[in-house]
């Protein structure tokens, strides 16, 4: 198992080295050279595993150079800190499966995939003897995962610039709460663009990124795909168990790309996934994308359900390349020309390629809200906005035919806004956050300055 560049210029990484290369050199993202197929009874063979058994028969399977007891710890621990015992449970309402992926320490399915990274970063760090300096900016559940994933660890320490005052009040606090001394929030006093901007210009210093051992914990780093491939064999177990149902449909509300590329991989892998349906909110180029050929950039727009309010899905890269029958050459040529243009255009062909696999539905405003109105009043579970947009697009497009399950990518509690607006009452609150107000805070307040973030980096680095 070897891993390679979607733009050709990088290859015959071993799995460790793609951990560590995050962005591939070339500019490109890093995928296995080979796909593992999984034989129809191999694929059975899994359907009763427990989460982590499950885990560890999939990513095993990409990481052969991690010793398999090594490996089982690694799982073993990343999942202990989830609080419900299946850890991704599959609960049945109303004829929708909705997949929980909000069991972990923040509330957000991007704890299923961090938790692993972190305890994988301090595993490979402590191997080689060195240290990492995790830096990266969030507008939310991205920082609060990436810290909770290193909180404590040996040889890392993590530095997350969110905007001051622009995250929710759940988010900050998550955040700001953890007491470990690795950990380091930057209050910006600017946009989350602001905050951004400085990560990039900081990454973008070769020398610095080197002098610092900078790394990255943002959805371009292969591990969190491959984490993330284990749920969708996961559901499918269970939904099996239940009906006995040969295929199935899942339904992914979709930011980056990255969830969905997940399921994709799962499909490539022999998973009888019947179709992969992304739901998208108002920032829609990817239903553009799926439904007509067309993916251009529009600005972004603010919505009920911020995790997704993206424009430029960075995992997209890694479909091109198999839309573009692996050729690194045109998956270049594609991202230099959608730099410059901010378009790309596909060919029917290859619309009906990207059909075969992927329907879409994006779901505005007043469909998220009736969304989550409908399914409390029918069923009385309460979805978060991002689930909703999911649920809608599931049952716009899941037909009847085959089972949909629905990915639940975050707690309502976590969005409780939203969900007010909807059914005029909060959310039950997990445990998790009882009391969280009253937690001490460690928040730093930093201009939207490089040189002042630089400056605050090399005072604190390990
Ligand atoms: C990050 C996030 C998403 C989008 O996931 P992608 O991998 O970026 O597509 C959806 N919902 C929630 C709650 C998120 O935090």
């Known amino acids: 198992m070897r891993y390679q560049s979607t733009r050709g210029g990088v290859s015959g990484l071993s799995f460790k080295e793609a951990v560590f290369m995050g962005l591939a050199d070339d500019g490109g993202l890093l995928l296995p050279e080979k796909i ?36 089982k710890d690694l799982i073993d621990r990343s999942y ?25 320490p923040t509330l957000a399915f991007k704890d299923v995939a961090l938790q692993f990274l972190g305890n994988l970063f301090e595993y490979l760090l402590r191997e080689r003897g060195q240290k990492m300096n995790i830096l990266g900016a969030t507008s939310g559940d991205t920082g609060s995962a990436a810290i909770y994933g290193v909180r404590g660890k ?42 951004q901007a400085i990560v990039k210009d900081i990454f973008g210093d070769l020398e610095l990124k080197r002098s610092l051992s900078l790394g990255a914990v943002n959805s371009i780093n292969w591990a969190r795909v491959l984490a993330q491939i284990v749920y969708y064999f996961y559901a499918w177990g269970r939904v099996r168990g239940e009906t006995g149902c040969e295929k199935v449909c899942f339904s992914v509300p979709t930011g980056n790309f990255g969830d969905i590329f997940a399921g994709y991989m799962a499909k490539r892998m022999g998973l009888p996934v019947q179709k992969l349906i992304l739901a998208s909110n108002e920032n829609n180029i990817l239903t553009r994308f799926v439904n007509e050929g067309d993916y251009s950039l529009a600005g972004v727009v603010n919505t009920l359900s911020p995790s997704m309010d993206i424009q430029v899905a960075s995992n997209f890269e890694r479909y091109l390349f198999f839309l573009y029958g692996e050729d690194g050459r045109r998956v270049k040529d594609a991202m230099e020309r959608f730099r410059k243009e901010g378009r790309l255009t596909f060919t029917s062909e290859e619309l009906a390629r990207v059909r075969a696999d992927f329907l879409s ?25 991002h689930t909703a947009v999911g649920v809608r697009a599931g ?68």
Not at 42 to 69: G, K, V, W
Not at 363 to 381: M, P
Not at 411 to 418: Q, T, V, Y
Request: one cysteine or more.
């Open 154 to 195: 040996e040889n890392i320490n993590i530095f997350i610039l969110h905007p001051q005052g622009k995250v929710s009040a759940v988010q900050e606090r998550q955040m700001t709460t953890v007491p470990d001394s690795n950990v380091f929030n930057l209050a910006v006093q600017g946009t989350f663009d602001d905050a």
């Open 361 to 385: 539905h994006s779901a505005g405003r007043e469909e998220t809200l009736n969304t989550i109105l409908d399914f409390h009043k029918d069923t009385g579970y309460v979805l978060d906005p």
């Open 36 to 71: 593992p197929a999984l034989a129809q009874s191999d694929i059975e063979a899994l359907e009763n595993l427990t989460y982590p058994e499950l885990a560890f028969q999939i990513i095993s399977r990409f990481a052969p150079d991690i010793p398999s007891s090594d490996l």
């Open 395 to 462: 049952r716009e497009l899941g037909g009847s035919e085959w089972p949909t399950i629905c990915l639940a990518t975050a707690h309502p509690a976590k969005f409780a806004d939203a969900v007010r607006e909807a059914t005029g009452s909060d959310p039950e609150r997990p445990s998790s956050l009882e009391g969280i107000e009253d937690r001490a805070r460690r928040c730093e307040t930093i201009p939207a300055d490089i040189q002042a973030v630089r400056a605050y980096l090399e005072k604190h680095a390990c």
């Open 80 to 104: 202990a800190s989830f609080s419900h015992p299946e850890i991704t449970p599959v609960v049945h309402r109303n004829g929708v499966y909705i997949l929980e992926l909000f069991h972990g």
